[in-house]
Nanobody, 113 residues
Framework: QVQLVESGGGLVQTGGSLRLSCAAS??????MGWYRQAPGKQRELVAK???????DYADSVKGRFTISRDNVKNMVFLQMDSLKSEDAAIYYC?????????WGQGTQVTVSS
């Protein structure tokens, strides 16, 4: 069973930056990514990255967020710049491999104006 542990959430002003981190308990050979869910709204894909391929981003964050991974340390990161109020949500780390998917517990991102 794979466990994902997120960190880096917090309170930031509009226009500020945060860097989220996620550590997996074992190697993920395929895909890792980030989802987010605001109160009363559907969970949505923010970004994902697959080994050997360029990352994908939601249109709402493209140009502002950057996803990266460290395969040696089994970690994935989300650098969030130029944050907007609309980015406030709980962010969940996601991993998929060998026909299974895994979720982190979520980390809160709050954006104040």
């Amino acid at each position: 069973q794979v466990q994902l542990v997120e960190s880096g959430g917090g309170l930031v002003q509009t226009g500020g930056s945060l860097r989220l981190s996620c550590a997996a308990s074992t190697r993920i050979s395929n895909t890792m990514g980030w989802y987010r869910q605001a109160p009363g709204k559907q969970r949505e894909l923010v970004a994902k990255i697959t080994r050997g391929r360029r990352p994908d981003y939601a249109d709402s964050v493209k140009g502002r967020f950057t996803i990266s991974r460290d395969n040696v340390k089994n970690m994935v990161f989300l650098q969030m710049d130029s944050l907007k109020s609309e980015d406030a949500a709980i962010y969940y780390c996601y991993a998929w491999d060998a026909g299974y998917d895994y979720w982190g517990q979520g980390t809160q991102v709050t954006v104040s104006s």
